[in-house]
């Protein structure tokens, strides 16, 4: 838009000077004589204004486009919300009646209630979420953006917690987090960007519900695009700054580029730089990966992990560069990372021990500067990630 208005606003004639056709010279003489000034002062002022136009009416069709396959989208995941409710309330009552004769007399752990009452829960804790946002947005149909990303962390924060002490009473969830919250405090007058490992069912839930109640910060999460598939993450993430992977549009790195430019005082930006949950086949192609493209130092120093995956550090650098002043924290967990797969899940829910999370914090002035050397920065945290969870493990932690 820059070029077409400097064009547009130089050069002789009418559209240079900035009078009308009534006042320029092109009206001084006969019809046909302003014409002819007119065509010849600048030929592509006759095209650029068509060229604009046609330029928002795509925008404009585009957004129309993306806001319409939005709404059909949220309409369907929220109506396969509802229908399900009821299945998972007659899944609970069948799988506690079932299991009663068993469970009563050996006095067993109610596995099948346990998960079937979360998955109720959750349910309508998703719906409860959907309808407050709705309800939010036509009491408040004109508010600013900052108004909506408010009120959108506010009503996330409640229903995270409400799933929180679900968890806790369900699957006996304890989290012991070394060193201690500072609970309490006043948080950060710095962006943060935060770096987590991803394994385990629930983690990013987790640190979510942690941020924006124990320290108090809002989080400008990358997620996977899959997520939307959650009407109420959809719909309120969709009132806040964050970034879905794939995006809709451009490259990832330009994405998360945006959201990271974006970073206030007591913002943090979440990303999950191993891009998935630990699997030893997921290591071996991390590791074949960087072999292809002709990076075998850092493939042999990734083979050495052994707990978690190496960083895909083209999201982290973007974050990085985009936001200088940031200071960084790493977040490490280990508990989660047991609950591989719905066998898992059925072994090891209840918790037997606490979810123990460590993380630490680095200054910004202490990040190393260029990006090869904050590639190297970066997988150095992560093989401190993986001597910490190697001290963690039980024999069920997923390894290599």
């Not at 600048?42 to 330029?55: E, G, L, M, Q, Y």
């Not at 005082?265 to 699997?279: C, H, K, M, Q």
């Not at 190297?376 to 932690?397: I, K, N």
Request: overall charge positive; aromatic content about 6%.
């Amino acid at each position: 838009m820059t070029g077409l208005d400097s064009g547009l606003n130089a050069g002789p004639g009418p559209a240079g000077s900035g009078t009308g056709p009534a006042t320029g010279p092109a009206s001084t003489g006969p019809a046909g004589a302003g014409t002819d000034a007119l065509a010849s002062a600048d030929p592509a002022a006759r095209v650029r204004p068509s060229t604009r136009t046609r330029t928002r009416t795509g925008t404009a069709a585009a957004a129309a486009g993306a806001a319409l396959v939005t709404a059909a989208r949220r309409t369907v995941t929220t109506a396969l919300v509802v229908a399900l409710i009821p299945v998972a309330a007659a899944l609970l009552i069948t799988v506690t009646v079932l299991s009663a004769p068993v469970s009563i007399p050996s006095r067993g752990a109610w596995r099948p209630t346990r998960m079937a009452g979360f998955l109720l829960v959750y349910l309508v804790v998703d719906l409860t979420g959907v309808l407050a946002a709705s309800a939010l947005f036509l009491h408040h149909p004109r508010a600013d953006r900052d108004r909506r990303a408010a009120e959108a962390f506010a009503l996330l924060a409640r229903l995270l917690a409400v799933l929180r002490k679900v968890a806790d009473r369900l699957f006996r969830l304890e989290v012991e987090m070394t060193p201690a919250l500072p609970v309490g405090e006043r948080p950060p007058d710095v962006p943060l960007v935060v770096l987590v490992r991803h394994a385990g069912v629930g983690d990013s839930f987790l640190l979510l519900q942690t941020l924006l109640t124990d320290v108090r910060l809002l989080p400008h999460t990358v997620l996977k695009g899959v997520l939307r598939a959650d009407p109420c993450l959809d719909v309120l993430l969709g009132r806040v700054p964050h970034c879905f992977l794939p995006p809709a549009h451009g490259t990832a790195e330009d994405a998360i580029t945006e959201l990271a430019a974006g970073l206030r005082s007591r913002d943090a930006l979440v990303i999950f730089p191993e891009g998935g949950n630990f699997t030893p086949r997921r290591h071996r192609r991390a590791i074949a990966s960087l072999r292809r493209l002709g990076q075998y130092r850092r493939a042999a120093r990734a083979a050495r992990l052994r707990y978690v995956l190496p960083p895909r550090d083209a999201g982290s650098l973007a974050v990085l560069a985009a936001a200088p002043t940031a200071e960084v924290v790493f977040v490490v967990h280990s508990g989660l990372d047991v609950i591989a797969s719905a066998r898992a899940a059925w072994d090891f829910l209840p918790f037997r021990r606490p979810v123990r999370v460590h993380w630490w914090r680095i200054p910004a002035a202490e990040v190393p500067v260029g990006d090869a050397a904050r590639s190297e920065w970066l997988l150095g945290q992560w093989e401190r990630m993986d001597r910490w969870t190697a001290e963690q493990a039980v024999a069920a932690t997923p390894h290599v």
